[in-house]
């Protein structure tokens, strides 16, 4: 089975703090993405990754920048994080389309 | 039970009853589609995917249908059991290759009555 594991379940920091989120994933897959999911929004995709060192824009990257060092980790980091960053973070890993999510990460920015 | 429309935020169904769940995609060139599960707390699941090469795909107790005419996808659950409460996404892949990204329709919660 695949296993995508986030570094923390609940997380919570205060304005202007630089955050790390943490992803892995164990399959070998090429491909990796961040998401942000907020009530009435759905899920939006902030960053992804087709391989290592590698990094593409999603849709809302503003606010946020990504590291890929490894093939199986996959960062998100806050600079400097604002209150309006509170939400539930999920990584995905694919290596075709089918995307496996990890458990999620809820962020509160106080 | 059955949602209808865009978006339809939650449907209420009867244990034992089937559900139906609704969801209208975007890109007619989308060649690629995926329902998820999410349930409280926890990341989304795969239920089942199907492309666009074909109309209907079944698994266990699900089916997917596919309307390419009118850009509708559904989920048929059957025989609902209250651990398939959680809210349900479909996906569409745009892009093409391995590299497409996917993209999330708002979701539908389903709640299932005992």
């Known amino acids: 089975d695949v296993k995508v594991t986030q570094s923390s379940r609940y997380l919570v920091k205060r304005t202007g703090e630089k955050v790390f989120l943490e992803c892995v994933q164990d399959?070998?897959?090429?491909?990796m993405f961040w998401y942000r999911q907020d009530p009435g929004l759905g899920l939006r995709l902030i960053y992804f990754?087709?391989?290592?060192?590698?990094?593409e824009k999603g849709d809302i990257p503003e606010g946020y920048s990504v590291s890929r060092e490894k093939k199986e980790r996959f960062s998100l980091i806050l600079e400097s994080a604002s209150t309006n960053q509170t939400s539930m973070y999920l990584c995905?890993?694919?290596?075709?389309?089918?995307?496996?999510f990890g458990p999620g990460t809820r962020l509160t920015v106080t | 039970g059955e949602s209808v429309g865009l978006h339809l935020p939650t449907l209420s169904v009867q244990e034992g009853d089937n559900s139906i769940i609704n969801c209208a995609y975007s890109?007619?060139?989308?060649?690629?589609f995926i329902w998820y599960k999410q349930e409280s707390g926890k990341g989304p699941q795969f239920i089942i995917d199907?492309?666009?090469?074909?109309d209907k795909r079944q698994g266990q107790r699900v089916t997917v249908l596919l309307n390419k005419t009118v850009k509708h996808l559904s989920l048929q659950i059957a025989a609902t059991q209250p651990g398939d409460s959680a809210v349900y996404f479909c996906?569409?892949?745009?892009?093409?290759?391995?590299?497409?990204?996917?993209?999330f329709g708002q979701g539908t919660t389903l709640q299932v009555k005992p």
């Open positions: 990754s087709y391989d290592v060192k590698m990094k």
């Open positions: 890109n007619s060139a989308s060649d690629y």
């Open positions: 996906a569409e892949k745009h892009g093409s290759g391995n590299t497409g990204k996917l993209i």
């Open positions: 199907i492309r666009s090469n074909m």
């Open positions: 399959m070998d897959h090429e491909n």
């Open positions: 995905a890993s694919s290596l075709r389309w089918e995307q496996y």
